[in-house]
């Protein structure tokens, strides 16, 4: 489905992001791993991807930083001569209640969830432009959707993304670029199995499906959204939570 195309996908050292670049690379896709320059895991997901037989490289940086961001995509036009696909995944919480939330926190969240998202985006529309194809998928969140106590800063980056993608699909559809997001919901990882009992308990009862997600399911819709057996959606949300928000 995807043999010969290259994908690039930001923090995907672990997590979902690693669910992602391995489902990709199981459709043949060669993948560019990046992750923050202290990741710890980038360099053995990148051997496991090479071990699928497809090609990788680990390319550090981080998606604050627009000269990290230029040389992600140097660096991989460089080694493949061309972008396909594009996941901005890498995202970061620091929840709390927004009257003792600080300026720091705030900050950071949408430093790294929204305007990490547009650096890559406006990086990586030059080349796609030029090749006047391409596929970028956003990783949202259900609560950007429907709002979370506690996430004031994380919501707000999430909503901005998903704007972000409406705006990006409108401004480079004539250019053959599509731009989607998805929405996971509450899906085991890293970044939740941090979250008290009874959060994850006031969760897991509202879902529908009566389980949590696993990374997997989010890397299914992505290789959707990035293959041509999506050529003729842009500009959507997908929430993929098992149900909880419709
Ligand atoms: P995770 O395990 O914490 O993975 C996030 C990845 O992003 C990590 O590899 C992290 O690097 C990397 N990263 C952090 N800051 C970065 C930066 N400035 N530049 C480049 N990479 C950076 O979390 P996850 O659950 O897989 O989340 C992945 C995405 O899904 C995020 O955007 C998150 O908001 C979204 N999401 C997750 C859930 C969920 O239930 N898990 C629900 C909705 C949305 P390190 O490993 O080195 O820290």
Do not use: H
Not at 64 to 83: A, C, P, Y
Not at 90 to 119: H, P, Q, Y
Not at 145 to 159: D, F, I, W
Not at 176 to 204: E, W
């Amino acid at each position: 489905m995807l043999k010969g195309k290259v994908a690039v996908i930001t923090g995907s050292g672990r997590g979902i992001g690693k669910a992602i670049a391995v489902k990709l690379a199981s459709y043949g896709a060669n993948i560019v791993i990046n992750d923050i320059p202290s990741s710890d895991y980038a360099d053995e997901t990148c051997e496991e991807i090479k071990a699928m037989g497809v090609d990788s490289i680990v390319i550090k940086g981080d998606v604050r930083k627009t000269e990290d961001v230029k040389r992600l995509i140097s660096e991989t036009m460089d080694k493949f001569g061309k972008i396909d696909i594009f996941v901005n995944n890498a995202g970061v919480t620091r929840d709390g209640l927004m009257i003792r939330m600080s300026e720091e926190d705030w900050d950071l969240v949408m430093d790294i969830n929204l305007k990490g998202a547009f650096n890559c985006i406006k990086a990586v529309a030059r080349p796609m432009m030029k090749q006047r194809s391409g596929a970028i998928i956003n990783i949202a969140s259900i609560v950007g959707v429907m709002g979370n106590p506690g996430q004031a800063n994380y919501v707000a980056s999430k909503a901005g993304l998903i704007g972000l993608t409406k705006t990006t699909a409108k401004e480079f559809a004539s250019r053959g670029i599509r731009c989607n997001a998805v929405a996971p919901g509450f899906i085991r990882s890293a970044m939740t199995d941090v979250l008290a009992d009874d959060v994850k308990q006031k969760y897991f009862d509202s879902i529908p499906l009566g389980k949590f997600g696993e990374t997997e399911d989010i890397a299914d819709v992505v290789a959707f959204l990035a293959s041509d057996m999506s050529k003729y959606v842009t500009g959507q949300v997908i929430n993929v939570d098992g149900g909880l928000v419709m």
